[in-house]
Nanobody
Framework: QVQLVESGGGLVQPGGSLRLSCAAS????????MGWYRQAPGKERELVALITSGGSTNYADSVKGRFTISTDNAKNTVYLQMNSLKPDDTAVYYCYAYYAVNYNAWGQGTQVTVSS
């Protein structure tokens, strides 16, 4: 089973930037899609950004124009560049990989806190 390890979270002031990384234990080239989700306290987990094996991307309306998802197949890593961060972006961010039915994985999550 693939393992995903996120990093890059932390505390940042409003308007600041962070880059999250998600390192996979196997090739992400064969993944059907990979994505970032987030869950704020008291709220359901929601999709933030998705990238398919063909390179198509999809973003939540709340992050369009501010966040960018990308991959480095040589490093088996998925990134989420987050700019112009807002307090509403505060959440635990999870990496997700979908290879096939019954073959997918979640990372352990990384905390992002946007506060002055």
């Amino acid at each position: 089973q693939v393992q995903l390890v996120e990093s890059g979270g932390g505390l940042v002031q409003p308007g600041g930037s962070l880059r999250l990384s998600c390192a996979a234990s196997r090739s992400i080239f064969s993944a059907n899609r990979m994505g970032w989700y987030r869950q704020a306290p008291g709220k359901e987990r929601e999709l933030v950004a998705l990238i398919t094996s063909g390179g198509s991307t999809n973003y939540a309306d709340s992050v369009k124009g501010r966040f960018t998802i990308s991959t480095d197949n040589a490093k088996n890593t998925v990134y989420l560049q987050m700019n112009s961060l807002k307090p509403d972006d505060t959440a635990v961010y999870y990496c997700y990989a979908y290879y096939a039915v019954n073959y997918n994985a979640w990372g352990q999550g990384t905390q992002v806190t946007v506060s002055s």
